[in-house]
């Protein structure tokens, strides 16, 4: 049997063809082979399904044997609740009943062996993580001022969005809470991002920078990291340091610590990027919130400055440190890089800078360069320009990479007729610059 991985692709590349009989005897047709997931979760998003003429959106898990469903314990969780469609391979020729964790029994697809053997005959292409859309055939008729427009009048739309967001927090919160919830979002990355607001919501700006010389301690219990023998592992720095914390915290504890843990996810992060060391860079950045503040909302609005300041910020354990219970490492790990500082400019502090400050438009807003594409932003590039080389070229702003996002959110995710009756291509065609 290939390797799951090999046959997601040759699944999303559509090698078993659309049309099926489930193993209760419904037909089964594919009407849209969604997103393919590489994160937790079911392995297919967006998908859309015709069971015996009714359609169903929503999610498709793919395993080798029907057995692994139970196995991985997808029954009993909930991230596996609207999974329309089950599919696996043959060989296994006992009976299963795919359930979901409210007890709904989930149509289920059998590949036999003998499909398998044809499908991995044929030659293949390398799959990609998305499929091309209708829209590819405008967009290559379009002269580049065109497409630069229309990408800046997404973006734009997505930045009045972003801020209308940001003012509505602030309304109810202030300006400096919804500043910081806004930066401990992006700092927690996609996985991590509401995990962090919602630390950024109990941990508040204000009463970390009431105390001072408590606020990481606070921040760090208060994410769930710390315990009474957190430092008996460890040696020298690292045991004086921890100690400490602990110390600290404990004194906090009774106000901050909740009943309801945070829900951390652990898996698919680069070590720097580790939620004990994005919850540390969020205590550095409360110790050096005035001057942080001010680069956020400077006006005219510089992300050079923003930049320098939060890329040289500067931590005696965590520049050495993975997580807090890591040996030390003896190169340098930046406590805030740029590519994560671009991500909050991009995210929240450019939105705002568009709507009020005149030096800040969106030309300058285009002119910022992205360090990284997102698997986000490759997925909407090869959907709407046909491949991932075809998409570069209007990758490389932030602004543009907003934009792409935008339509992605506005079109791709609302659309479940596999392309056939979204409105975008229509409206590409009659798009002036
Ligand atoms: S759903 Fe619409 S916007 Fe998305 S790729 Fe298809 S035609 Fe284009």
């Known amino acids: 049997m290939p390797a ?26 594919i009407v849209q082979f969604g997103e393919w997931n590489r994160g937790a979760g079911p392995d297919f998003h967006h998908v859309v399904v015709l069971i015996d003429g009714h359609s169903h959106h929503g999610a498709l898990e793919l395993d080798p044997c029907a057995s692994d469903w139970e196995n991985h314990q ?5 991230a596996y609740r609207d999974v329309v469609l089950h599919v696996s391979f043959g060989g296994d020729e006992r009976e299963h009943f795919i359930r979901n964790d409210q007890h709904q ?4 697809v059998v590949i036999s062996a003998a499909e398998l ?28 001022a065109s497409i630069v427009s ?13 801020a209308r967001r940001f003012w509505q927090i602030a309304e109810a919160h202030g300006r400096d809470a919804a500043l910081f919830q806004s930066v401990a979002q992006t700092l927690g990355y996609r996985s991590n991002a509401l995990t962090m607001q919602v630390l950024a919501q109990r941990a508040r700006l204000a009463s970390l920078r009431e105390r001072p010389e408590a606020s990481e301690a606070i921040l760090l219990g208060t994410a769930g990291f710390l ?18 914390l602990w110390q600290t915290w404990w004194k906090h504890r009774a106000q901050f610590e909740s009943i309801h843990p945070l829900p951390w996810k652990w898996n698919g992060h680069r070590p720097a990027n580790h939620p004990h060391r994005r919850v540390a860079a969020l205590a550095v950045l409360v110790d050096h919130w005035p001057k942080i503040r001010h680069h956020a909302m ?8 923003l930049l320098e300041r939060l890329t040289s910020l500067k931590h005696p354990f965590w520049n050495h440190h993975h997580t807090l219970g890591s040996t030390r490492s003896s190169s340098f790990i930046a406590l805030f890089g740029k590519t994560q500082a671009l991500e909050w400019i991009a995210n929240h502090l450019a939105p705002l800078a568009l709507q009020d400050d005149p030096h800040f438009d969106l030309d300058a807003y285009t002119r910022l360069r992205a360090l990284s594409c997102n698997e986000s932003v490759r997925r909407a590039g090869i959907r709407l320009f046909g491949s991932e080389t075809l998409a570069k070229p209007w990758q490389k702003s932030i602004a543009h990479q907003q934009a792409l996002l935008q ?27």
């Open 74 to 78: 997808h029954a009993t969780n909930p």
């Open 298 to 305: 400077a006006r005219p609005f510089s992300p050079k400055h």
């Open 150 to 162: 229309l990408l800046q009048e997404a973006a734009l739309h997505r930045a009045q969005l972003k």
């Open 407 to 433: 339509v992605y959110r506005d079109f791709c995710l609302e659309d479940t007729s596999d392309c056939a009756l979204c409105p975008f291509p229509e409206q590409l065609s009659q798009w002036q610059a």
């Open 4 to 29: 799951e991985m090999e046959l997601q692709a040759l699944w999303f590349s559509g090698a078993f063809g659309r049309k099926f009989l489930s193993t209760a005897g419904q037909e089964v047709e």
């Open 227 to 244: 315990h009474p023998t957190i430092h008996e592992k460890a040696n020298g720095e690292t045991r004086t340091y921890l100690e400490k």
């Open 117 to 144: 053997t044809e499908a991995l005959q044929r030659p293949r292409r390398e799959t990609a993580i998305a499929r091309a859309g209708r829209c590819v055939a405008p967009l290559r008729h379009m002269n580049s």
């Open 105 to 108: 029994l989930i149509p289920q």
